[in-house]
């Protein structure tokens, strides 16, 4: 994990995302904390790191999320030399197997 990130204010902020029960609060401390293009930009990554683990084209993933190839050349470099948090999540829910 990257060191800078291991702040007591990062940890707090994760305490509470975990606290967290079920979507409805998801969406009601997201709003409150992120701006409307900061979620949609968190939502875009996601979405760009499902389509990469699909192997799908570059110009497939730009065209179909509006990603940058600056954004997903990064989200691409975090999925293969990150700290594995994607493939975690991917896996947890059940998101690592292929399209159907």
């Known amino acids: 994990m990257n060191s ?12 509470a995302v975990l606290s967290l029960e079920d979507k409805e609060e998801c969406f009601a401390f997201f709003e409150d904390i992120c701006t409307v293009n900061e979620l949609l930009s968190l939502s875009q990554r996601f979405s760009v790191a499902m389509m990469l683990r699909q192997h799908r084209t570059y110009h497939d993933i730009a065209e179909k999320t509006g990603a940058s190839t600056a954004t997903i050349s990064r989200v691409n470099r975090s999925l293969n030399d990150g700290s594995g948090g994607y493939d975690k999540v991917f896996k947890r829910l059940h998101m690592d197997e292929p399209p159907k």
């Open 4 to 15: 800078k990130l291991k702040t007591p204010a990062v940890e707090r902020l994760f305490e």
